[in-house]
T-cell receptor, first 112, second 115 residues
């Protein structure tokens, strides 16, 4: 069993839709949770960073962490074609972006 | 955000040869750099953590004699794949941070094909 599971997609939605991206994990030691966005031929770019359980909002993006269920989510409101990318979840038991464990990434396609 | 540049973006080499991949932090001093590898349809996997001026710390299952990491300056780390074989064909990507409390920024990755 992988430490982090993520549906690879692709997930296709129309412009303006609310997008929900999710990851599950098995290691209860994970304390730090991240979402990255990766455009084609580019490196991952950090979108959201959360410590422990709870919600965090930044503009159209909301990250949720439920440690009791070992489940994290990223919601994108009012999705735009420019949001089309691969979204990677990552997590770690260590601070400082050390020993990150990644999901495989979900490819999101937002159509105009 | 800070800029991390990786070179080359693509490389093809013959089996048995060595290939070097560079990771540069362009606008900050990177005290720590991380090297990852990604096989098709799999997730990014951490290979090693490199602190400037120190030997790299390799993850379990990564051969340190095959994947040589040098982090001799605060702006440059290199990964050398020695005696490359077709099974080493993969996407290699680095990230860099300047302190324990700051984000690690990713380069754009290097696609290595060994023929």
């Amino acid at each position: 069993q992988k430490e982090v599971e993520q549906d690879p997609g692709p997930l296709s939605v129309p412009e303006g839709a609310i997008v929900s991206l999710n990851c599950t994990y098995s290691n209860s030691a994970f304390q730090y949770f991240m979402w990255y966005r990766q455009y084609s031929r580019k490196g991952p770019e950090l979108l959201m960073y959360t410590y422990s359980s709870g919600n965090k909002e930044d503009g159209r993006f909301t990250a949720q962490v439920d440690k009791s269920s070992k489940y994290i989510s990223l919601f994108i409101r009012d999705s735009q074609p420019s949001d089309s990318a691969t979204y990677l979840c990552a997590m770690s038991a260590y601070t400082g972006f050390q020993k990150l464990v990644f999901g495989t990434g979900t490819r999101l396609l937002v159509s105009p | 955000g800070a800029v991390v540049s990786q070179h080359p973006s693509r490389v093809i080499c013959k089996s048995g040869t060595s290939v070097k991949i560079e990771c540069r932090s362009l606008d900050f001093q990177a005290t720590t750099m991380f090297w990852y590898r990604q096989f098709p349809k799999q997730s990014l996997m951490l290979m090693a953590t490199s602190n400037e001026g120190s030997k790299a710390t390799y993850e379990q299952g990564v051969e340190k004699d095959k994947f040589l990491i040098n982090h001799a300056s605060l702006t440059l780390s290199t990964l050398t794949v020695t005696s490359a074989h077709p099974e080493d064909s993969s996407f290699y990507i680095c990230s860099a941070r300047w302190s324990m409390n700051t984000e690690a920024f990713f380069g754009q990755g290097t696609r290595l094909t060994v023929v």
